[in-house]
């Protein structure tokens, strides 16, 4: 199985800031690659796709980027609606994998 | 709208049974498929597996063969996940999700399932 690991596991920073997660794969991916946002007692929603495609609906703030094994998801300015946790998964091959999330929390 | 919506909360207890239903509206269901995954309390994210909702295969992870069952009923376009002979640690939420052309887009609201005597 494709491991994927993402750091860090907790994120302390204030509205305003820029941040960045990484997440490595195991194993090249090539750009087979999602991130998820996910507030308390909520289900996952889907913020990028393919590395670097933005989901519709999605502000533009979030971006994302990599391929083959490193990848990042970057919020280039924290709103406080941001506060919650991300996960990257990989879909290049079966069985897909998530990291193993990061939480973003008020500084 | 497109929509996921799951069935409600279950308590069960050791050694019974329980099926989570996953009903799709507002998009042909045959045309995307259905992943299930499972986030045990206070943990990460974990894919079960999916299934094809054309000819009803379905794909299992590693630790998910055996007690769970991936089915559907497309004449109401519903996606339905068993699990059988449960214990303490499949409680957890258990989450659908439709794989869509950019990856897993549309999620249902989650259910819970607890097992406990």
Do not use: H
């Not at chain 1, 994927?4 to 991916?29: E, H, K, N, Y």
């Not at chain 1, 079966?94 to 500084?107: A, R, V």
């Amino acid at each position: 199985d494709i491991q994927m690991t993402q750091f860090p596991s907790t994120l302390s920073a204030s509205v305003g800031d820029r941040v960045t997660i990484t997440c490595r794969a195991s194993q090249s991916i090539s750009s087979w690659l999602a991130w998820y946002q996910q507030k308390p007692g909520k289900a996952p929603k889907l913020l990028i796709y393919k590395a670097s495609g933005l989901e519709s609906g999605v502000p533009s703030r979030f971006s994302g980027s990599g391929s083959g094994t490193e990848f990042t998801l970057t919020i280039s300015s924290l709103q406080p609606d941001d506060f919650a946790s991300y996960y990257c998964q990989q879909y290049n091959t079966y069985p897909y994998t998530f990291g193993q999330g990061t939480k973003l929390e008020i500084k | 709208q497109v929509q996921l919506v799951q069935s409600g909360s279950e308590l069960k207890k050791p050694g019974a049974s329980v099926k989570v239903s996953c009903k799709a509206s507002g998009y042909t269901f045959t045309s995307y498929a259905m992943n299930w995954v499972r986030q045990a309390p206070g943990q990460g994210l974990e894919w079960m597996g999916w299934i094809n909702t054309n000819t009803g295969k379905p794909t299992y992870a590693q630790g998910f063969t055996g007690r769970f069952v991936f089915s559907l009923d497309t004449s109401v376009s519903t996606a339905y996940l068993q699990i059988s002979s449960l214990k303490a640690e499949d409680t957890a939420v258990y989450f659908c999700a439709r794989r869509g052309s950019t990856s897993m887009d549309v999620w249902g609201e989650g259910t819970t399932v607890t097992v406990s005597s």
